[in-house]
C-alpha cells in the first residue's frame, strides 16, 4: 500500500473526492506510476500531480485508470464531473482575481498551467487505436482573454447536468474494499439501489423536487417505519442511494447530518461542498473511510 501526501487542506472537497478514489483504485491494482503511465499514455509526472491533487486529470486518464484497474468506471466519472466544475471555478476564481490585481497575465499563465497537465493525458493517447474520439472533459485549448469566462461557466453547468444524469446510471454497490467504505458500480437494468436523482426519490417529498436558489427545507426528524425504524425526516426512506445529483434524498441527508450535529449548512437538497465537508465529519466519527460519498454504510450511521 502506497504511503500518500496529505492533500491540501485548501483543495476543494470535490476533487479531494476524486483523487482519494483514484488513490484507492491505484492501489488496488498493484500498479506502479511508471505501469500506469504506460497503461494509460500520461506521464509518471502527470499521475503524480494528478493523485497528489496538483492537477486534475483528464475525463480520458480516469477511465484509463479504471479500465488498467479491472474496474467499472462509472462513478469515477460521476466524482469528475463534480471535481471538474469545481476546478474550473478555481480558475475562472484565479483569473478574476489577477485581472483586479494587475497581475491578470501571471493568473492566465497558472490556469493554462494547471490545464496543461489535465490535457496531457488524451494528448499522449491520440495516436493509439480508438482514441481519436477522446477528448479531455476537465480542460481544453487555452482560449483567448475575451471568451474564457462564458467557456468556463458553460463548462459548469454542463458539468452540473452531466452529474446528474451519470447519477441517474448508478445502480448497484461495490462490494466492500475491506474499509466498509461507500462505493458503487454499473450494473444496467438492476433494479436498486436508486442514485439521488431517481425518478422514485424526486416524487417521493412534497411534490417533485425543483432547486429553488436561496429555498431551506425544514428538517423534523423523528423515527419512523418508513425508514425502517430508523431516523427519518419525511423526504425519502432510502437507505442506499448514492447522492450524485440535487433531490429529496440529498434533503434527507442533509436533515439527518443537522439532526446528528454535523452541520451541512443549508437545506436545500443540492449536493455542494458543505454537504460533503459534514458527511467527512459524520464518517470520521463512526470509523468509516471519510471519503464525503453518502451510500449504504453512511446511510447506516445516518439513520441511527
Known amino acids: 500500500m502506497s504511503r500518500w501526501k496529505e492533500l491540501p487542506d485548501s483543495l476543494d472537497q470535490r476533487v479531494r473526492q476524486l483523487v482519494v478514489q483514484l488513490r484507492r483504485l491505484k492501489d488496488r491494482s498493484g500498479l506502479s506510476l511508471v505501469s500506469l503511465a504506460a497503461k494509460t499514455g500520461s506521464s ?39 471535481a471538474e466544475e469545481a476546478w ?28 496543461s497537465g489535465a490535457a496531457e493525458g488524451s494528448a499522449a493517447s491520440a495516436g493509439r487505436p480508438g482514441a481519436s474520439g477522446e477528448r479531455p472533459a476537465a480542460v481544453g485549448a487555452a482560449q ?28 448497484a454497490p461495490w462490494g466492500d474494499d475491506g474499509g466498509g467504505g461507500d462505493k458503487v458500480n454499473m450494473a444496467v437494468g ?16 412534497p411534490g417533485r423536487y425543483t432547486f429553488e436558489p436561496g429555498k431551506s427545507y425544514p428538517c423534523k426528524v423523528r423515527r419512523t417505519d418508513a425508514a425502517g425504524g430508523g431516523l427519518g425526516a419525511g423526504y ?14 440529498v434533503v434527507e441527508a442533509q436533515c439527518l447530518l ?23 465529519r459524520l464518517q470520521k466519527k ?9 451510500g449504504p454504510h453512511t446511510w447506516r450511521v445516518l439513520r441511527g
Request: glycine residues 12%; positive net charge; proline residues 8%.
Open 44 to 82: 509518471r509526472s502527470s499521475w503524480e500531480r494528478y493523485l497528489n491533487g496538483k492537477a486534475l486529470p483528464s475525463r480520458h486518464a480516469v477511465e484509463e485508470l479504471a479500465r488498467a484497474a479491472g474496474a467499472e468506471p462509472t462513478r469515477l466519472l460521476v466524482l469528475h464531473e463534480m
Open 88 to 115: 474550473q471555478q478555481r480558475i475562472v476564481s484565479s483569473s478574476s482575481a489577477g485581472a483586479k490585481d494587475g497581475g491578470g497575465q501571471g493568473a492566465r499563465s497558472e490556469a493554462a498551467a494547471e490545464r
Open 144 to 171: 483567448p482573454p475575451g471568451v474564457r469566462r462564458p467557456i468556463a461557466l458553460a463548462a459548469v453547468v454542463a458539468a452540473a447536468l452531466v452529474g446528474v444524469g451519470a447519477g441517474m446510471l448508478i445502480a
Open 190 to 205: 438492476t433494479p436498486s439501489p436508486r442514485p439521488s436523482s431517481s425518478p422514485t426519490t424526486v416524487t417521493q417529498g
Open 236 to 249: 425519502s426512506t432510502t437507505r442506499t442511494a448514492v447522492l450524485a445529483g440535487p433531490g429529496w434524498d
Open 258 to 280: 443537522r439532526h446528528h450535529k454535523m452541520e451541512p449548512g443549508i437545506v436545500d437538497g443540492v449536493y455542494g461542498q458543505q454537504t460533503i465537508a459534514a458527511v467527512v
Open 286 to 294: 463512526a470509523g468509516l473511510p471519510a471519503d464525503g460519498v453518502v
